[in-house]
């Protein structure tokens, strides 16, 4: 068996693997893993990754978690060209930088933005606190103006004037708020910008299939009740 990535593209983390695989002409077979129905706390998904989370990559008798783990395994495993994760001590280390960072950081302040206004309200039918998500949309508009200020600068991308892997793991956490109805583009014309190179550089086909599921998840119809109950404790931590 050849590779398989374990991916749902409602995931921001798994669009950026399989942006990344697809633009660098990585074969392998998708394996959909839906979030939304709890399929990540399946024994069988278990069995690949016991973390119970996504992404997760198979590689014959290999397995592995964490999506910049499978980013850099991939970036090495099929000789991708140097930009994406650079040879060069100093460039890399502009890459890893970003990608230690963006953990807690952005990747929180975007998934949260998604959840309060528009997951929780539309899929699972509770609102959240206006004063919750005032606080939500506080610390992403914090966020974004550290990614321009110590990652963007004056730049073309966040590390340098080639696009890398954190920049495709940067627009996909980007593209979770805009999905929820968030204009975080409209005042900030550098990020603007840099988007749109972003977008070139990986294709706009391929940026709009990786991201046509989460930008129609305002469209999901109400869960129901077993698939509340299911989600419920991973879903807590994102309603605060």
Known sequence: ?????????????????????????????LRPVELLKGQHHSE??????????VPALKDGDFTLAESVA????????????????PQDLQARARVDEYLAWQHTTLRSSCTRAMWQKMMS???????????????TLAELDRCLQLLEDKFLKDQDFLAGPHISVADLVAITELMHPVSAGCQ???SRPKLAAWRQRVEAEVGKDLF????????????????????KEKLK???QVLLR
């Open 1 to 29: 068996m050849g590779l398989e990535l374990y991916l749902d593209l409602l995931s921001q983390p798994c669009r950026a693997v399989y942006i990344f695989a697809k633009k660098n002409g990585i074969p392998f077979e």
């Open 44 to 53: 069988a998904f278990a069995q690949v990754n016991p973390l119970k989370k």
């Open 70 to 85: 499978i980013l850099l395994y991939l970036s090495r495993k099929y000789e991708v060209p140097d930009h994406w994760y």
């Open 121 to 135: 309200p539309v899929f699972l039918g509770e609102q959240v606190p206006a004063e919750t998500l005032v606080s």
């Open 184 to 186: 975080i583009f409209k």
């Open 208 to 227: 709009q299939e990786a991201h046509a599921v989460v930008l129609q998840a305002k469209d999901l119809p109400p869960a129901d009740t077993s698939i």
């Open 233 to 235: 404790p991973s879903v």
